[in-house]
């Protein structure tokens, strides 16, 4: 947890940590059911919120808590195209009452899928690889550089969060508590949200070659540099579009792969494009998606060049028994259905700019609202002590989100000192939901006086 030192300003705070249950501090009046997660989990448990919430039921944006509670849902960005859509669970229900087998047998709903999926990318990445997080696909992917490479040379952002593999928990600052990146591993700022599009472009670029520089002086042959391609657990930094062309140029260049990871902003959240690196018009050599994929469903995967997965695979056999199979591909294929036939990129930019809109006007009133960014209905509201835009607060990210709580929204932080709001509603987020959560964030700020 983060001190509050006002004068050395604030800790940096890994992502898990962030307005997370801290059994640490005492169970105090803890209910049975918090109780009994405690004692199976233990010190894996990562619970949200100082008091979590028991849920019980959800559908479209809205989650039902035990206590008959309703939260608007402006945090989960798996459940993507609402909570419980029925297409996919009548999907799901059907393929799992039918077959449900790994892909070690040919089946047409399977394929349907991976043709479908593999649509979805530039031509060039028609090999697709299917897993069951996130975290194994990241896994894959940096496996795949390495053999491409010749180099183990990571270059990732100073607080990115890729998963929970051993090789991924290295790659990702985020994630570290008390030890350190390994030495293959160097960092760069994410890019600043302030200044004009050439110089974010040309200062990003820059990180970047100074980061390959830094691996050599290391003796690391450089491999790849991945990035979420819209640096959600960096705080949300998603314009102007294209501004990540130049640092892409750098990694080819000298020889790198760019590894475009697509958990977060996947599948049509950033409302400009299906992909978050499609905004930034740069062509990845893997491309590495989860969360949303399935709805809840957990499935993940990636996409590739043939001749790089090819290589790959002549040294290392690759299986994964439950990823890919029918199930995973019916509720893959009723998401990618579901999107485009109700339309949700168009509303996920469309609600997207009416929240930033409405959020912007609010920041005119409230000094305490340094920035509002971000792309469709995945955006960043970034929090300061008053009048200070350099001043990061904290303190007043855990008490709105707790006061929101309160008020039946859910929400959560990212950026390094966990200052930034993170909006990531389901993209059929309707124009009464959006103002719903604009109006009780207005609320819950004035109920907060400015320290
Ligand atoms: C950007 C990013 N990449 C990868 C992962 C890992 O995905 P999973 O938890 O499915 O393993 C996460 C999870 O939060 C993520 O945010």
Redesign the pocket.
């Given at each position: 947890m983060a001190q509050k030192n006002r004068d050395a300003g604030p800790a940096a705070r890994q992502i898990l940590d962030m307005n997370a249950f801290d059994a640490a501090a005492g169970m105090g009046a803890a209910s049975p059911s918090l109780k009994r997660r405690i004692a199976n989990v233990g010190a894996a448990a990562v619970l949200f919120y100082r008091e979590p919430i028991e849920v019980v039921s959800a559908r479209g944006s809205w989650m039902t808590a035990a206590d008959g509670k309703r939260y608007l849902d402006f945090y989960n960005n798996v459940p993507s195209v609402g909570h419980s859509h029925p297409r996919v669970v009548a999907d799901v229900t059907d393929q799992i009452a039918r077959l449900n087998i790994n892909t070690r047998y040919l089946n047409s709903v399977v394929d349907r899928y991976l043709d479908a999926l593999k649509a979805k990318f530039p031509d060039a990445l028609s090999n697709v690889v299917l897993s069951c997080?996130?975290?194994?696909a990241?896994d894959l992917a940096v496996r795949i550089a390495a053999t491409a490479s010749g180099g183990t040379g990571i270059i990732v952002t100073e607080n990115a969060?890729?998963?929970?593999t051993s090789i991924i928990s290295d790659i990702s600052p985020s994630a570290l508590k008390r030890r350190g990146l390994p030495d293959h591993v160097v960092t760069v700022a994410a890019p600043a949200h302030a200044g004009q599009r050439n110089s974010i472009e040309n200062a990003f670029a820059a990180h970047i070659e100074r980061a390959i520089a830094e691996l050599e002086r290391r003796g690391h042959k450089f491999s790849a540099f991945i990035c979420?391609s819209i640096f959600?657990?960096d705080g949300v930094y998603a314009d102007p579009p294209g501004f990540l062309r130049k640092a892409i140029d750098t990694v080819h260049k000298a020889g790198g792969l760019y590894i475009a990871?697509e958990?977060?902003p996947g599948f049509a959240r950033t409302g400009d494009a299906f992909w978050g690196f499609a905004r930034h018009d740069v062509m990845p050599d893997v491309v590495?998606m989860?969360?949303p994929m399935g709805n809840g469903f957990p499935m993940?995967g990636l996409a590739t060049r043939p001749e790089l997965l090819a290589r790959f695979c002549e040294e290392t056999g690759y299986f994964s028994t439950f990823g890919g199979n029918p199930v995973a591909a019916a509720a893959g294929m009723a998401v990618l259905e579901v999107i485009a036939e109700e339309r949700l990129q168009d509303n996920a930019l469309e609600k997207g700019a009416h929240i930033k809109a409405r959020l912007k006007d609010l920041a005119t009133k409230d000094d305490r609202i340094a920035d509002v960014r971000g792309a469709g209905l995945f955006l960043g509201i970034e929090l300061c002590r008053p009048g200070h835009a350099a001043e990061p607060d904290p303190e007043l990210a855990s008490g709105a989100i707790n006061g929101l709580k309160d008020r039946g929204v859910m929400i959560g932080a990212a950026g390094r000192f966990g200052n930034t709001l993170k909006v990531r509603p389901p993209l059929s987020l309707s124009e009464e939901e959006a103002d719903i959560f604009v109006d009780r964030l207005a609320d819950t700020l004035s109920g907060i006086p400015a320290s």
């Open positions: 997080s996130g975290s194994e990241n969060y890729h998963g929970n979420d959600s657990s990871d958990v977060q590495t989860g969360k993940a």
